[in-house]
Each structure stands twice: as C-alpha cells, then as structure tokens.
C-alpha cells in the first residue's frame, strides 16, 4: 500500500489560490450573477441614461398594483415612433425594484403592459380616453399585444 504525503508549501498554496478563484469570472463558477435578465439590465441603464424624468397619473398603473399613496408616479420614459403608431417604455422604481411599463395608442385605447426586468408581464390595462382603466382579461390579446411592444423596444434598444 502506498501513502500519499501533501507538502505544507502545496496546502498553503491552495489555501491562498483557491479563494482568488471563486471571485474570477471565469471557470465553472465565474458567471457574472444578474439580478435581471441581461436584456432587462441593458433596458434599465438605457432608459437610466437617455430616458426623461417625467410623472405619470396614477390611475391605470394604480389598476396594476403600482400604488404611490394616490399621488403621480415618477419614472424614467422614453418614447419612439413605430410604423404602426407610437410606442412607450417607463422604468419605474417606486417599490425599490425595477419594473417596466409600455404602453401605446389603439384608437381611443391606451394599452398599458407591467412587466418585471425580465420581461414577463405581470398585468395588463385598457385605459379607453374617456372611461375608467380596467384590467385585460383577454390573456392572448393582452401577451399578444404586450410580445408587440416588447418587440418593439428590443429592437430599438442599443447593443443587441
């Protein structure tokens, strides 16, 4: 029977090695840890960046259970023109986290989308101009017209 011996110089060098390279990025552990999906994270310092700070009423986030005591609702917006009418993205940080609305006209209707920073909706709300928000029920019109606009702003967004 054999027996095997580790030096004192091989152990301490472990010792101070492999703690080194469980902070790398690289190896079999080394992913960068993403709180958001990556795309979602491009989207918040986008819109971070080059989005305006503007209030929005509260009415139909209000609906989607983004609630700021009755009062507006601050948010980083941005807007651009797609052929089909013109197409909204807000972040909104007013629970501590970062959340995504989109919204856009149809008509008379504005089509309001909450989603998380991974892009998985959360509600949906049709706000007619003269009329009172109210949730989609419709969910294929609702992932539907919310897989549009999402489209929409990947295309849009810088870096793809």
């Known amino acids: 029977m054999r027996e095997y011996r580790v030096s004192r110089r091989t152990l301490l060098g472990a010792a101070l090695v492999l ?3 469980a902070c790398s990025n690289s190896g079999p552990f080394g992913h960068k ?3 958001l ?19 929005m009423a509260p009415e139909a986030l209000a609906v989607m259970g983004l609630y700021n005591g ?3 609702i601050p948010v980083k917006q941005m807007a651009k023109n797609g052929s089909d009418g013109r197409y909204v993205i807000s972040l909104v940080n007013i629970r501590k986290i ?3 609305v989109m919204h856009r006209r149809q008509g008379d209707v504005l089509i309001f989308h909450h989603c998380d920073t991974a892009f998985r909706r959360e509600s949906s709300v049709r706000y007619p ?3 009172k928000p109210t949730l989609i029920l419709d969910t294929a019109f609702a992932e539907n017209d ?8 990947f295309a849009e967004m810088p870096g793809r």
Do not use: I
Request: without cysteine; glycine residues 12%; aromatic residues 22%.
């Open 70 to 72: 009755g009062r507006d």
């Open 146 to 153: 919310f897989h549009q606009q999402a489209a929409f702003w």
């Open 19 to 21: 703690p080194l390279g």
């Open 33 to 35: 840890p993403f709180t």
């Open 98 to 100: 970062h959340e995504f």
């Open 37 to 55: 999906s990556e795309r979602g994270d491009r989207m918040v310092r986008w819109l971070y960046f080059y989005g305006h700070e503007v209030m």
């Open 129 to 131: 101009r003269n009329g």
